[in-house]
């Protein structure tokens, strides 16, 4: 009797959260799939052209292209940061804690403004290598998907940094040791057992970060002048200006399903390491 009120207990009190997910993101999200199958008409023709229309393509590949750039690209940066901010020296860690927990605390359009006033035509990076003469003209840092990137890049660096510092963190040094102790040079050391050690951190951080950029919105309107619109831009388009629900439905089903499923695959990926090792 103890234990069955113990469990109800505990089901009392876990209970909240999910009630509360599930009226805030799956009722609106079911409410998204009528949409998506009922307008303008009841039928499957606005999946069919999701995959079939060549704008809707283009804008599905310029995504998943940036994803991926960024991705590689934040997990690189991120991981470098996080092995200074695990294995250098006080101060070093202590500017690099600062430098990824103060982003925090700035929000999106902020950063997205200060690279504009960066990368644009009269911009400071622009007007700085002119006035020393390397360029005779702007450069093209903007509107476009050179510009997209790097402000995508820098928002999601300190997102990439976390899980793979907590991976740094939890290693055992006394294998680095170990390896060090039997002749293997530093960079020896890194790539076959350092790095290795650290792959659920950066296959998390990979995900985090590509998961993120899927939903980019103001970063790639600011930057991309609505020349490199991506899913979330193109969304809000067909929803506000063209109003047209049934499409947009159907393309936030597709994309929040293929995040689902990254982040299940992830989930069984590391739930099956764990059994093995």
């Not at 599930?22 to 009722?27: E, G, T």
């Not at 076959?192 to 998961?211: E, N, Q």
């Amino acid at each position: 009797m103890t234990s069955i009120k113990s469990k109800l207990g505990q089901v009392a009190l876990i209970a909240p959260l999910p009630l509360f997910l599930a009226a805030v993101y799956l009722l609106p999200f079911l409410g998204v799939v009528e949409w998506s199958v009922t307008l303008p008409e009841p039928g499957l023709q606005q999946y069919e052209r999701v995959f079939t229309d060549p704008t809707v393509l283009g804008v599905l590949w310029r995504t998943l292209r940036i994803c991926c750039i960024v991705t590689l690209l934040t997990v690189v940066a991120a991981y470098a940061i996080s092995y200074v901010w695990v294995c250098g020296s006080r101060l070093q860690a202590t500017i690099v804690e600062f430098g990824v927990l103060i982003p925090f605390w700035i929000s999106t359009l902020t950063r997205a403004f200060g690279w504009l006033a960066l990368l644009y035509n009269r911009g400071i990076v622009n007007s700085t290598l002119m006035s020393l003469g390397i360029i005779d003209f702007p450069l093209m840092l903007v509107r476009n998907e050179f510009g997209v990137i790097v402000g995508m890049t820098h928002f999601l660096i300190p997102f990439a940094v976390l899980p793979l510092v907590s991976s740094m963190r939890h290693l055992d040094h006394r294998v680095l040791m170990a390896a060090r102790g039997m002749g293997a040079s530093r960079a020896r050391t890194f790539c076959t057992v350092f790095m290795p050690m650290t792959a659920p951190g950066i296959v998390g951080a990979a995900v985090i970060t590509f998961v993120f950029s899927l939903g980019f919105f103001i970063t790639p309107a600011i930057l991309g002048g609505g020349r490199s619109v991506m899913i979330a831009e193109f969304i809000y388009v067909q929803t506000f200006q063209t109003v047209n629900w049934g499409l947009t439905g159907a393309l936030s089903v597709v994309i929040v399903v293929a995040a689902a499923l990254l982040i299940v695959l992830f989930l069984r990926g590391r739930r099956a390491k764990t059994l093995v090792g």
